[in-house]
């Protein structure tokens, strides 16, 4: 797959696009920062609803300049990058410009893929552990990516996790991921998430090519071209 064409988000950190992309990191990762200040403190309440100001005025400036909703609409003027490099960006799990994302990487070598991860307190589930639905969106980011090692890459069909131990907090965690077998369209894959030496999740995965390949969600994303009437049409 060329690097422009990949549909899929992230390779290990890799430089932004352009100057804007550049900024949109540096934001995402103050966002991530007070997210985590915000889980990880206890100022007096007068102070919060004066950083809750400051806060608010700095979103409605931020809302004030020109607006692009979705992926799709990101890659329409042709001055954003490719469908890969805004996924790069924006992605929810690996997006460095998306502070949803704690965010997680992948790289792949030979048969296997590797990634990594990171979750901090603002990712709290059970004490000192990352919550389990955060646990299975990192497996099917991960492995969503991880499909580069075949050839047919597609949907999730159905994503099982298995939770062996708790998953730590502010801990490194190593992933890793194989394809065990492919029938047509369908792709089966396992995948593991490591503290250190502990497996503390795996996974067994089944992705779903569309059947018009993966780029056909290009034209099911865009339903207003697909059904609206020409304008003659109308009223
Ligand atoms: C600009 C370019 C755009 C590019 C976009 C890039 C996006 C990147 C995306 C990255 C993704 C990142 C990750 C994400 O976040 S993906 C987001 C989460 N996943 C979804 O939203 C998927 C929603 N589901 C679907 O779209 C359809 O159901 C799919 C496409 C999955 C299958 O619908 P399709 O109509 O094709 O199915 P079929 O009926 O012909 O069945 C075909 C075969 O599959 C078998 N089967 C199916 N389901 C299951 C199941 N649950 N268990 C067991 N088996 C299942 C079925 O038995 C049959 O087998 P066989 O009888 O042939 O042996």
Redesign the pocket.
């Known amino acids: 797959m060329n690097e422009l064409k990949n ?2 988000a992230s390779e290990e950190i890799t430089p932004a696009f352009n100057d804007e992309w550049q900024a949109k990191r540096r934001v995402a990762a103050a966002v991530r920062l007070l997210t985590e200040v915000l889980v990880t403190s206890s100022p007096d309440t007068s102070k919060m609803h004066d950083i809750a100001e400051q806060l608010e005025t700095t979103a409605a400036d931020f809302a004030a300049s020109p607006r692009v909703y979705g ?2 609409d990101w ?1 329409r003027s042709g001055e954003h990058g490719s ?1 890969g490099q805004v ?1 790069h960006e924006l992605n929810p799990l690996a997006g460095y410009s998306n502070p949803l994302a704690p965010p997680v990487t992948t790289r792949i070598e030979g048969d296997v893929a590797y990634g990594h991860c990171f979750c901090g307190w603002a990712y709290e589930g059970p004490p000192g552990s990352v919550h389990g639905g955060y646990v299975a969106a990192i497996f ?2 991960f ?3 991880a ?1 580069k090692l075949g050839k047919r ?6 994503l099982h996790v298995d939770y062996h131990q708790r998953t730590p907090l502010t801990t490194d965690l190593q992933l890793e991921a194989r394809i065990t077998s492919a ?4 792709t089966f894959m396992e995948g593991k998430m490591y503290a250190g030496d502990a497996l503390t999740a795996s996974c067994n995965a ?6 018009q390949g ?2 056909s ?2 034209a099911q ?1 865009r339903p207003e071209e697909v059904f609206s009437p020409p304008a003659s049409d109308r009223g």
């Open positions: 549909p899929f992926r799709l890659i469908y996924s099917d980011q492995m969503g990516f499909q890459p597609g949907m999730t069909g159905y029938e047509g369209r369908k089944l992705f779903v090519e569309p059947r993966i780029y969600l290009e994303a």
